[in-house]
Structures are given as structure tokens and as C-alpha cells.
């Protein structure tokens, strides 16, 4: 049976490439300060047009393609390349679609999970320095044609809030993610060994886990080994297992995502026939969906909130750990 430990490998690799955008000067993450930003505010009526005018270059993605256009998707790809020990080198269309999945990861990592409001408080603070409120109100009336234009006013001030203020915004955002590779079948189908997945860390800061969400945890008696599993039980549930069929609060609980190596029951053992047990206050039974190899809760007990470490996303990158061939198929896939 596995624990489904996650591994750090791969960790740098992210950080150099992905948090690293050429041209932009910011050198890799370890070295950006992670010092806290206030937004200073300007007259009141005219951060409104400022505001809006900031919704609009958000919520379009214009102000993320401008974001992405600096990275350094060729880099990433190479070194991911390099990194994952690929049985053959990548062809140009494989390259193409490495570089995409970045893409993809990065809007994940830096919008998706940006706090909220956070980009669009940020763009509105600068543009209320560099724009008067007279040019902001004929920007935002003529927006869609000013912001399609390359060589247009809005393009010049993406462009420069990119070079100015994002040496300062990346750390703060980049902090809320981090990236794990799986080892093991714990998770097995829905993870395999050599998938890399983002997790979003701060997930259950301001919110509780749900029945379902697939969890990174670290087990208090494993010298901070990280662990990942599926949320099974919440606090307060009753959990029951008959013939390898979990029950909650007296509901047999639907699962099609689980995997059954063996059928046979196992009289008697907790891994297959679990007496009810009402999960504990602020814990949460945790369960593999690969049932025959994963050790969790079923054995290790309820694990407590403190421990838990996020909420797994999103997987941008698979390689198979025997063939060293890229899974292309898992790129580019939300963890359910």
C-alpha cells in the first residue's frame, strides 16, 4: 500500500522558468521580495474610471497576454525537456504543446488564484498615476477598439505596469500555489506516477475542504512527509465501510472515480469492512481512490485541518516513469 507521498522534484524547475519572464528583469523567485504592497489611493471619482477601465483589462485577459508574451516559454520548455528525462527529443509540434500547457498553467497560477480583485486593484492604483481622468474616460468609452490596436495607449500601459510593477506583484501572487510530483498509485486513476499538478495552497484559508476535494497533507508522525489523498469525510460525518463500500451518514457514497485491484473482501480488515466511526471536529477522513494500495485514514485515522496543505488542481505536466514518454493526453487537466 502506498501513502501517495508527493515529491518536491520538478519544484525548481517551475520557479526558474515559469516565474521567471524575460525581458522583465526579475531574475528567479528566490530573489523577489515578498515584502507586502498597499494601494494608495487617488481621488475618489476618478478611481472609479480607473477601476473599471482595470475590470475590463482583467476580466478580457488583455492584461494576462501581455503578462504571458514576456515569459519565457521556449526556456521552460527546453528545461522541462531536460528535467523529465525524456526517452526521445521533442519535435517542434510537442514543443508547441509544452509551451501551450505553460500558458495555461501560468494563467492558472496568476489569475485564477490571485486573491480577489488583486490584479485589477493593482492596475487601477497605476494607471490613476499615469493617466488623467479625462484620457481614462475616453479610453474606457472607446475601449474595445483602443485595446485591440497593438501600438495603442492601453497596449503602452499594459506594457509598462508589466515592467514596473511586476518585479513587486509576482511573489505575492506565486506564493498562494506550489507544484508536486506524484509518485506513487495511491491515486491511481485519477493521478498517476510522473504526473506534475498544481496545488492551491491557500485554499482553505477562508473556506472549508469539501467531500471530494484531492488534498496535500502532511501526516504529523512522518517528519513532514506531504501526503495526498481524496477528502471522504467531513467533521461530524459518520464513515462506514461494507464490502469495500463506503457509506456516509448511512449513504453509500457514489465514486466513479475509485479503482479496485483486488474484489475479494477481507473479513474483518479495515481496509475493506469499517466499523462506523464519526469523524472528529475540525478533521477529516481521507481516502486513495486506488483502495487496495493506499494507506490513509482507513488505517492512519481522521487527519486534522492544520495539516492540511492545499487543494490539488490542475495538472500541467505527466510523464510515464517507465517509458519516459510524455502522458500528452493529461496536460491540461483539472483534478476532480
Same mark, same amino acid.
Not at 497596449?155 to 500555489?177: C, H, K
Not at 477529516?284 to 493506499?294: C, H, I, P, Q, T
Given at each position: 500500500m502506498s501513502c501517495c507521498s508527493?515529491?518536491?522534484?520538478?519544484?525548481?524547475?517551475?520557479?526558474?522558468?515559469v516565474l521567471c519572464l524575460a525581458g522583465v528583469g526579475l531574475g528567479t523567485w528566490a530573489g523577489c521580495s515578498e515584502t507586502s504592497l498597499t494601494v494608495s489611493h487617488v481621488d475618489p471619482e476618478p478611481f472609479t474610471v480607473y477601476q473599471q477601465l482595470a475590470r475590463l483589462?482583467?476580466?478580457?485577459?488583455?492584461?494576462?497576454?501581455?503578462?504571458?508574451?514576456?515569459?519565457?516559454?521556449?526556456?521552460?520548455?527546453r528545461l522541462l525537456e531536460a528535467q523529465s528525462g525524456l526517452s526521445t527529443p521533442l519535435t517542434f509540434t510537442q514543443t508547441d504543446r509544452i509551451e501551450q500547457s505553460f500558458v495555461h498553467s501560468l494563467k492558472v497560477?496568476?489569475?485564477?488564484?490571485?486573491?480577489?480583485?488583486?490584479?485589477?486593484?493593482?492596475?487601477?492604483?497605476?494607471?490613476?498615476?499615469?493617466?488623467p481622468g479625462a484620457e481614462a474616460q475616453r479610453l474606457l468609452a472607446a475601449y474595445e477598439d483602443e485595446?485591440?490596436?497593438?501600438?495603442? *495607449?492601453?497596449? @503602452?500601459?499594459?506594457?509598462?505596469?508589466?515592467?514596473? $510593477?511586476?518585479?513587486? +506583484?509576482?511573489?505575492?501572487?506565486? !506564493?498562494?500555489?506550489q507544484i508536486y510530483q506524484i509518485p506513487s498509485q495511491s491515486m491511481e486513476p485519477t493521478l498517476l506516477p510522473g504526473d506534475h499538478v498544481i496545488v492551491h495552497q491557500v485554499a482553505y484559508q477562508a473556506a472549508e475542504p469539501q467531500q471530494g476535494d484531492v488534498v496535500?497533507? *502532511?501526516?504529523? @508522525?512522518?517528519?513532514?512527509?506531504?501526503?495526498?489523498? $481524496?477528502?471522504?469525510? +467531513?467533521?461530524?460525518?459518520?464513515? !462506514?465501510?461494507?464490502d469495500q463500500v463506503v457509506y456516509v451518514n448511512g449513504d453509500a457514497l457514489s465514486e466513479p472515480y475509485t479503482r479496485h485491484s483486488d474484489r475479494s473482501s477481507m473479513a474483518g480488515h479495515v481496509r475493506d469492512h469499517l466499523p462506523p466511526i464519526t469523524v472528529p471536529l475540525?478533521?477529516?477522513?481521507?481516502?486513495?481512490?486506488?483502495?487496495?494500495?493506499?494507506?490513509?485514514?482507513?488505517?492512519?485515522?481522521?487527519?486534522?485541518?492544520?495539516?492540511?496543505?492545499?487543494?490539488v488542481l490542475f495538472i500541467y505536466w505527466s510523464v510515464d516513469p517507465d517509458t519516459h514518454d510524455p502522458r500528452w493526453e493529461r496536460l491540461n487537466q483539472l483534478v476532480r
Open positions: 508527493v515529491s518536491d522534484r520538478g519544484r525548481n524547475c517551475f520557479r526558474l522558468v483589462e482583467v476580466t478580457s485577459d488583455r492584461l494576462f497576454h501581455v503578462i504571458a508574451a514576456q515569459s519565457d516559454v521556449a526556456g521552460y520548455s497560477m496568476l489569475v485564477d488564484l490571485a486573491p480577489t480583485n488583486f490584479w485589477e486593484d493593482h492596475l487601477a492604483e497605476y494607471y490613476g498615476t499615469k493617466l485595446s485591440l490596436s497593438p501600438s495603442s *495607449r492601453l497596449q @503602452d500601459l499594459r506594457e509598462s505596469f508589466v515592467r514596473d $510593477r511586476l518585479p513587486e +506583484l509576482l511573489p505575492l501572487v506565486r !506564493a498562494r500555489s496535500v497533507y *502532511r501526516y504529523p @508522525d512522518e517528519n513532514g512527509k506531504r501526503f495526498l489523498h $481524496r477528502v471522504i469525510g +467531513l467533521p461530524g460525518d459518520q464513515i !462506514a465501510i461494507r475540525e478533521t477529516y477522513f481521507l481516502m486513495g481512490d486506488n483502495r487496495e494500495e493506499s494507506l490513509d485514514s482507513r488505517f492512519l485515522g481522521p487527519i486534522s485541518k492544520e495539516h492540511l496543505l492545499g487543494r
